[in-house]
Antibody
Framework: EVQLLESGGGSVQPGGSLRLSCAASGFTFSSYVMSWVRQAPGKGLEWVSTISGSGVSTYYADSVKGRFTISRDNSKNTLYLQMNSLKAEDTAVYHC?????????????WGQGTLVTVSS | DIQMTQSPSTLSASVGDRVTITCRASQSISSWLAWYQQKPGKAPNLLIYKASTLESGVPSRFSGSGSGTEFTLTISSLQPDDFATYYCQQYNSYPYSFGQGTKLEIK
């Protein structure tokens, strides 16, 4: 069974940093694209970032480009999101998600998410 | 960037009703469209991919259609478990994007 477990969320002041982790199990981690998707309280889904299976290719939403860095450690089956220069509008539940099939694909499954709150 | 627009934002319906949700893309995405269902406090679940392919285990009352810029999600006979929020998503090109969601409520 595929499992994705996020951690690292919490409360941080504007301008601060956090690193989210997503521990994966139940599949060949290095073979799949992985992504982060966030959802602000009471709002819709927003794609944040995607990384290829090898980690060579990365993609970012304009709203986080230059502030967030996605990475992965295939030896540890773990996905990361380093978030710097955090803003109030980054407050959201952050989900990691597995590419449904090889290559560009929708997300399935998703982790339950970790809450990031940016507030002074 | 590709913008995804869903309609309606809210839909009130009764058990047994047939409902349709529409998703429009600002430019052609071929059939690279997915639909998700999300219940409060839960992660989204993939229902349909490639516009019309049902994910394994999804009831056959769900169906998807469309290509290019216009897509629909249809539920043929609403069941109590179907009251949730539905999102479309394009994965034709980066940046990926979601529709704003359609909340399906009990009438």
């Amino acid at each position: 069974e595929v499992q994705l477990l996020e951690s690292g969320g919490g409360s941080v002041q504007p301008g601060g940093s956090l690193r989210l982790s997503c521990a994966a199990s139940g599949f060949t981690f290095s073979s799949y694209v992985m992504s982060w998707v966030r959802q602000a309280p009471g709002k819709g889904l927003e794609w944040v970032s995607t990384i290829s299976g090898s980690g060579v290719s990365t993609y970012y939403a304009d709203s986080v480009k230059g502030r967030f860095t996605i990475s992965r450690d295939n030896s540890k089956n773990t996905l990361y999101l380093q978030m710097n220069s955090l803003k109030a509008e980054d407050t959201a539940v952050y989900h990691c998600a597995k590419g449904f099939y090889y290559g560009d694909s929708p997300f399935d499954p998703w982790g339950q998410g970790t809450l990031v709150t940016v507030s002074s | 960037d590709i913008q995804m627009t869903q309609s309606p934002s809210t839909l009130s319906a009764s058990v047994g009703d047939r409902v349709t949700i529409t998703c429009r893309a600002s430019q052609s995405i071929s059939s690279w469209l997915a639909w998700y269902q999300q219940k409060p406090g839960k992660a989204p679940n993939l229902l349909i991919y490639k516009a019309s392919t049902l994910e394994s285990g999804v009831p056959s009352r769900f169906s998807g259609s469309g290509s290019g810029t216009e897509f629909t999600l249809t539920i043929s006979s609403l069941q109590p478990d179907d009251f949730a929020t539905y999102y479309c998503q394009q994965y034709n090109s980066y940046p990926y994007s979601f529709g704003q969601g359609t909340k399906l409520e009990i009438k």
